[in-house]
Structure formats: C-alpha cells, structure tokens
C-alpha cells in the first residue's frame, strides 16, 4: 500500500458527527466512521439518512474513471484530472489508480491537499503571484524533487515575482513553469506572441524557473452554437501547437516539452489539434467528466455529442423532501443553492419515492431555486405531496461537490458503500 493509499484509507476511519448534513439517521447517532456505517450498510433512501443530501453513485463514478482512463490511453495523452471537481482524495486515488499521471488544482492551497495525501505530480492550472504560494511552491521543490509541482506564468513581472521568491529560500532546484496562452475576452494568458516570447525570455535568464510547456484553457471560449465553439477551440489549439513549435525552435523549450488544455466539454478538440506530435506531450485536465451531470456536461460533453464511441454516467444525485404542495400545480422541495449547483441551470427531477414506492415526476419544470427551496411547476394530475422524496440530477458538478464535506457512495441496490471526504 502507497503512503497515499494509506493515508486516503484513514479518512475512512475519521467520525463524521450526526451533525454533518446529509447524516444523523436513526443508524447515526454517535460520531460514526465511514467505515462503520458501510458495517451497517443502511440504505440512502427510506429514511436511514437525514434530507437533503447527496449521493454518488459508485457503479457510474467506476465507469466515468475507466472511460476517460481508456480515452486518454488509446490516444497517447496524458491525464492530470482536475481536482478542484470533487476536491475528494478518495476519488482522485481511484483515478491514478486507472492510469491518471497526476493531479491539476486552481490553487496552491488545493495543491497541499492533495500533496498532503502524498499526489507527488501536480498542476497549479494558474499564476501564482502571492509569497506564501509561491513559497510553498519552491519548499516542496526543495525538499524532494522528486515532487513535481509546477505552475503557470503569463507576464514578464509576473516571472520576477515567482523567481524572487524561489531563490530567496536558497534552493539549488528551479520551479517548472508553463506559459500560458489566452484569448480575447478569457481569463489569464498571454495574448500575443511577441509577449510570449518576453515571457519566455525572463524565464531563460531567471535563477529560480524553469520552462517546460505552454498551456491554455478552451472552455473560456463562447459561441452562439456548440459547434462554433468547438470551432474556436480548435482554432486557439491551433495557436497553441503554433506558440510552443516557435519557442521550440528558438531555443526556449527542450523536447519534450509538456502542452496542457482540456476541460471537460471540447477536450476532443484539444485531442484533434494536440496530440500525437513528437515535440510535445499533451496533458489534459478534465474534471467533470468523473461524475459528468444532468444538464450542462449532459450537452456538450464528446462523450454525449457520439465522436467518440464511448459514454459517460451521472454520477452525483441529491435527494430533497417535498415541503409543500400550496396549490395544485406547484410543490416546493427542501433543497437550494445551499445543496445544490445553480451557475449552470436548475437541477431537474429524476425521480421520487414514497416509503418504498416509485411516484411519477414526469410533468414537473423547476423555476426557482431560493437558499433552501427549489420550487417546481407540476401538472394538476402529478400525484407528489409532502413527505415524498425527489432525486434531483444536477448541472456542474463542481459547486455542488462544495456544499458538502460528506458525500455516501451508493451501490445499484442504494445500500452506502462508501463515503468520501472533500476538502474545500
């Protein structure tokens, strides 16, 4: 068993207080582990854990991990999933287990997280222009190289910044650095490549950096259709594959270098432009693809748009209780934005269970979601009332993930086989 392993298997053995939301049914009374409550093996339905909560399914999360894992290996890429996604070690263990080669987070302190549950290749996918990041950055450096951290830089003060700090803890290591291509109207990068190659200067000439890659990120991109921006992408990876060959060829980079992009809805694109090229290793970052959703990735995901012959599974569920029926074609649920992700649309209703007993949710449009309450236009002839409870199918998982610091594992039967702990 690995030192991450290990240290992952201890969370199981942490107690979770009956307090924790989603917890404290009658089989929870106590500070309980996860692996104490997998002994008892309730359901996560009939009333065994408290509502709302939230669910993973496992036979849908194990089939997420294994198609991307297939995905990424038939091509020749490598996988750093992003973990800002479930920030669960339990879940990015089950990844580099299926042949992830590490790990990406938006942050430095996602990044001791994971570096914490001893992930020893990670990505800061951002700048990092704060001392105490940038400090955390070289110390891991410097005490095992064998950790590969690396981040991004995109302005020339931005280099002085990082190097600064680097050589000021007197380490003989230089911090990994990607340079960072953006676009107009996205977020961080650099946007031209006369900038580029400044950038790319100062890292040559700076004492504390090294530079291994560009990177980018086309899911800032924003078309009227799907199709125009799986257009775009291509094109930005386009410039992409044009900046790294220029800084290949002028001495900048050393082959192989490493080129990231990749989200979670035009990573085939990515994969179309990329790939398969002998000056670079391409890296991708999805994240959502692990428990993919019901609304947004449900659209534009490769795996739904059939380029792929492969498919993904929602994975994440909330079950709510149905509050109140004030007339006969409205019922409010007991779950909001506290329980569920909203930035990308309203959660749809999958399907309800009274005591056991299926009950019709078709008919039923969500309208609005209010801290606590999400409340539902239904037909005169739907049969839900109070005391009924709803199976919600989200849209981005990645902020309903944060809502929670327990989340059960559930098999096909909905008897709890696990729980994962996140750490936002």
């Known amino acids: 068993m690995t030192s991450y392993d290990a240290r992952v298997q201890a969370l199981r053995r942490e107690p979770i207080e009956p307090t924790e939301k989603g917890f404290g049914g009658p089989l929870h009374t106590g500070p309980t582990s996860a692996e104490e409550l997998v002994a008892a093996a309730p359901l996560a339905t009939g009333g065994w854990l408290s509502s709302p909560r939230v669910v993973v399914r496992e036979s849908a999360l194990g089939h997420n991990i294994a198609t991307m894992a297939q995905y990424c290996a038939d091509r020749g890429v490598l ?36 570096h914490h549950f001893g992930v020893t290749q990670v990505l800061v996918a951002n700048e990092v222009t704060d001392r105490a990041g940038a400090l955390w950055l070289a110390q891991v450096l410097d005490r095992d190289p064998a950790n590969t951290v690396m981040c991004y830089v995109d302005s020339v003060h931005g280099v002085e910044l990082l190097d600064a700090v680097v050589r000021d803890t007197g380490t003989s290591h230089r911090l990994a650095v990607l340079l960072e291509l953006g676009h107009e109207g996205g977020r961080t990068g ?33 078309r009227p259709t799907p199709e125009q921006t799986a257009t775009a992408a291509r094109e930005y990876c386009t410039r992409m594959a044009e900046l790294t060959t220029t800084l290949l060829k002028e001495g900048y980079l050393e082959q192989p270098a490493l080129v990231s992009a990749g989200g979670s809805a035009y990573f085939d694109a990515v994969v179309d432009v990329l790939a398969d090229e002998p000056g670079w290793q391409l890296v991708l970052r999805s994240g959502c693809y692990v428990t993919h959703d019901h609304g947004l990735y449900r659209s534009l995901s490769p795996f739904e748009r059939g380029e792929t012959g492969l498919s993904l599974r929602p994975a994440l569920g909330v079950w709510a209780p149905v509050l109140s029926r004030p007339d006969r074609t409205t019922v409010v649920l007991g779950a909001g934005r506290r329980d569920v992700s909203s930035d990308a649309g309203l959660p749809v209703l999958l399907a309800a269970d009274r005591a056991g007993t ?17 409340v539902v236009t239904v037909s005169s002839e739907n049969d839900l009332r109070p005391g009924d409870e709803v199976e919600l199918g989200i849209s981005h998982p990645c902020t309903t993930f944060d809502k929670w610091r327990w989340i059960p594992v559930v098999d096909d039967d909905d008897r709890v086989v696990d729980v994962l702990r996140t750490f936002f």
């Open 358 to 374: 299926r009950v019709d949710v078709g008919d039923t449009e969500p309208e609005r979601l209010f801290d606590q309450h999400l």
């Open 79 to 114: 996988l750093y999933p992003h973990g800002k996604t479930t920030m669960a070690p339990q879940v990015v263990a089950a990844q580099l287990a299926a042949g992830a080669s590490g790990v990406t987070v938006a942050t430095v302190s996602q990044a001791r997280v994971f």
């Open 190 to 222: 650099v946007r031209t490549t006369a900038a580029a190659r400044s950038i790319a200067e100062a890292v040559v000439h700076s004492g504390g950096l090294r530079l291994v890659g560009t990177a980018g990120y086309e899911g800032s991109l924003v």
